[in-house]
């Protein structure tokens, strides 16, 4: 017997390291896409995984990857990627408004440097 699943779309996924204790910010960030974007997704994923992932698709785009840019994004980051997918004229409000342009340093903290030395990368 064949199982149907019915995805919806935009089905948003955030897949996280369980090794790492990362599903807390993963849940977090899931809960702000669904605050701002509510019925424009489809279907949110908390997906548990290892090696020191934490990585967000849009159906099966990648937009954001921790190893990829060496930090964890910040949630106007996130949502405005987002936004740019799902819905292009959005306004997200005091989130779309600009910072004097300054680099984002790459720091990570000691508990995060802690917390990806348990997974083998």
Known sequence: MTTVIDVKSPRVSIEYCTKCRWMLRA?????ELLTTFDTLIGELAI????AAVFQIKVD???????????RFPEI????????DI???DMSLGHSDRK???KPIEQETTKKEEQECKTCVE
């Open 86 to 88: 799902i819905a292009p």
């Open 60 to 70: 099966d785009v990648i937009i954001w990857d921790r190893k990829e840019k060496g």
């Open 47 to 50: 997906i548990p995984g290892s």
């Open 99 to 101: 910072k004097p342009e």
């Open 27 to 31: 849940a977090w960030l899931g809960q």
């Open 76 to 83: 106007k980051e996130v949502k405005q990627l987002l936004r």
